[in-house]
Structures are given as structure tokens and as C-alpha cells.
């Protein structure tokens, strides 16, 4: 029954994803504010704010919450600061912005760099998708299953597109609502209301000292970095632009991310609930690790239909963030890097042609109708082919003893993102023409160099986060310093 309820819900997401995309694609309107909504949280809510959430609480408690409740409010910020300028800026992608603002070298570089720290989160969903299957099919394996994941993932955006996301990803929600809903109640009901978890809670062995019901477990500077992560890195990361960004009208899109600055946080406290029962009850449960707090709970105390749902609707909200989070790479892709390259091959284009007729030799000219079929074929198996590329590579780089800290991946991811693209982006939108774009191109490389070396060398007792910003600002500083000087110069 447990494989019967989990193979029913992948199968009914699978029909809504082909569905849905081929509604999408019979529309040319924007999203409607719940279509938005759901992209936003299809793709925010997924392994990290459940799987990995768990996981997290077993090990220190209430700090798991910063994933969700930094998602949370990384929205309100989108929603209440961002939305209105991103979509009168008249970019489709945030490194776009930089591009028009520091030009084609800035852009790139952000590009790339971005897009690396969005492809490590694709990693941690593939961990996470690795727990469910771990807990259905033990004897399938941990490589199986990330194949099976990426495949999934590929088919959600393939069929569904935009517009289809953000339909899975509302109903998805509200799959992942009753879950943790299930959850986190029946772990009251286990151990005899809120009282009584909070005693059990405080006789866990602990000789660390850890504090399972603080927010900052970790310790202040770590505990506050993955909030500043969070914070910068839903606020400079495609997917979620993007569904701001396809809103039918500004009121939907700001709307949108107000809706899930509130639908998001209550969805890591099912986690949380979860994990430290679970640490209170190891011995219960041989062979129990972190990673599978969540699921094995599921699968332990859940009958056997409705916890093969559940389990489903973990495994697609794992498919459906990383599908989202490839979506976004494979758009930067498409909209900055190949036309950089396309004008440059243009430009040398332009020169033969000049050539050519210098000695009364004319170029042949197509039909338009051709090329603008030709255009879209080519785009579509563009798309699927830098699909398959970055999930394929996401794929090989899951295997192994990688599983041992999804959230840990996904802060990194967001870190990376918010140092790369936060102080380039807050100019382009509130001081533009202000910077120059050296500086900007010296800040796009610099501030996630410091971030990774610190983060390696762990000399700070804080989230290296907090100094790449300060050399993103003091780097960006400069530049808006020199630009004045020059311009008091040449008056």
C-alpha cells in the first residue's frame, strides 16, 4: 500500500505537470497571483525546507527553522521592496540588469557565478530526494534514485514550463500543508501535547550543550549568516524573479510573494517537530540517521496508503524546487550567455558581409516565416538539451558522502547567489548610474571568492557571508566614490 499511495501521487503529478503545460502554452496572459504564488513556493518549499529541515532539528533544534522562516521573510522583502522596481526595470532575468547597467563582462560574470550557486542547490534536492527513496526502496540504491529524481525533474519542466510550476507548486502545497500538518500533530498526540514534547526535548542526552529550543543553536554568527543567506539569496535568484516577473500585473506579483511570506515559515515547524522526537527516540529506530528523520517517521507511524502520499509529495516537492532551481539556470543561459555569444558572432558576420560586398558580392537573404519556425524549434531543444546537461552534471556530483548536510548545501547556495548579485542589483534599481562598472565587475568576483575561502578556512566565528558582503559594499563604494570624483572633474 505504501507503494501504491506513492505511485499514485507521482502519477497524478506527472498528469497535472503535462496537463497544465499544455494549457500554459494555449495562453499568452501573464500568471495570476496564485499561479505565481505557487511558483514561488513549488520552488522555495522542497528537500531543504522539509527533508532537510528535519534533519537539521534532530541535531540542534528549533535553528532548523531558519530555512523556512528566512524564506519567509526573504518574500516579504520581494514582495514589499522589490517587486514593483523588478518588473518596471524591463529586464526578464537579474543578471540582465547588471548586464545593461556594467555591461557584457559584468553580466557574464554574474551569470556564471550565480548560476553555480543555484546549481549547488540542485544538489542538496537530489540528497534529499536519495532519503525517500532510501526509506521506499532500500535495495534500489542511493545512484538510482538521483537518476530517478532528475528525471522527474527534467519531465516537470519539459511539460509544465513557468505556468505549469506554479500550478504544481500549489497543489503541491497544499499537499505539503496536510503532511507536516499530520505530522507535527501526531507527534503532540504522541508525547501528550506541547508540555510534554517540551520535557522530552530537555531529557535528550546531550553533552554538548546544544540549546534545541533556541533560534540561534548554532551560535549567533552562523544561526544569523543562514538568515542573511536566505534573505539574499531568494531576493537575487531567477526563479523566484521570475514569477514576480510573469505576473499578469503588478498587484499579482507583489501579492504573490506576500502570500508565500506567509504560506512558507508554518512548514518548517512540522520538520522541527519531527526531527527532535525522532533524536528522542533513536533507539527505537536502528539504523536511523538525520537524513531520514522525516521520512522514516512517515513510514513508521503513518498507515501505509496515506504515507505513501506523503512520501510522493516529499519527493516532488524535492523535484519540483530542483526543477525550478534548473529552470532559472537554464534561462540565464539562454537570455545572457548564448546572445553574448551570438553578438560577437554577428559582429564578425557583419564584417564578412561587408566584405563581400566591398567586391560586388551580395549575401543571400531567408524567409522570415523559416527562420522564425526554425527559431522556436531550435529554442525548444535548446532548452532540453541544457535541461539534461545541468542535471546530468548535478547528478554526478550527489553521489557519495555528500548527504550529510542538505540544508548546509542550501545555505551555501544561497550565500554564493546573494554575494554575487545583492549590492550590483540594489544599484542598479536605486542608484543607477552611479557605480562604474569596473568596480561592479571587481565586486561580482570578489565577494563570493571571500565567502568560499573563509567559509574553507572556517578562521571567523561568523557566517563568511557577512565579510563578502562588506567587500561587495566596500568595493561598490569605491566605485560610486570615483565615479563622483570624475564627474566633479569634468565640470
Known sequence: ??????????????????????????????????????????????????????????????????????????????????????????????????????????????????????????????????????????????????????????????????????????????LLYAATLVCGLLVLQKTGGLQNFGEMVREIENPEGIRFFSLFARGIGKDAGAGLSLLLGVLTTQTYAQAVLSARTDRDGRGAALLSAFLIPPIGIGGILVGLYMRANAAAYPGLTAKTALTTFVVAHIPPLPAGVILGSLFIAVVGTGAGLALGIVTVIEKQIIPVKKQERSATEMQQADGNKAVGNEMPQQAGGNKASGDDAQHRYRQRVLLAMVLTAACLLSTGKLGDGILQFAFMSMGLRGAVMFLPNLCVLWLPGRVDRRYAAASVVISPAVVLILGILKVLPVDPLFPGILASALIMGAGMRRDFRDKSAGQ
Open 1 to 174: 500500500m505504501l507503494t501504491i499511495g506513492l505511485i499514485l501521487t507521482l502519477l497524478l503529478m506527472t498528469g497535472l505537470s503535462i496537463w497544465s503545460g499544455t494549457k500554459a502554452k494555449r495562453t499568452e496572459s501573464g500568471s495570476s497571483l496564485p499561479i505565481a504564488a505557487g511558483l514561488i513556493i513549488g520552488t522555495l518549499v522542497g528537500g531543504s525546507s522539509t527533508i532537510g529541515t528535519a534533519q537539521l532539528a534532530y541535531s540542534f533544534g528549533m535553528s532548523a527553522w531558519w530555512f523556512t522562516l528566512g524564506a519567509g521573510l526573504s518574500c516579504l522583502v520581494l514582495g514589499l521592496v522589490y517587486a514593483i522596481p523588478l518588473r518596471r526595470s524591463g529586464c526578464s532575468t537579474l543578471v540582465g540588469l547588471i548586464s545593461d547597467e556594467y555591461g557584457t563582462t559584468a553580466g557574464m560574470l554574474a551569470s556564471v557565478l550565480s548560476s553555480v550557486g543555484t546549481f549547488i542547490n540542485i544538489i542538496a534536492q537530489l540528497i534529499s530526494a536519495s532519503a525517500v527513496i532510501a526509506v521506499v526502496a532500500p535495495s534500489l540504491g542511493t545512484t538510482a534514485g538521483i537518476v530517478a529524481a532528475a528525471v522527474f525533474m527534467l519531465i516537470y519542466v519539459i511539460f509544465g514550463g513557468t505556468k505549469g510550476a506554479g500550478i504544481i507548486g500549489l497543489f503541491k502545497t497544499v
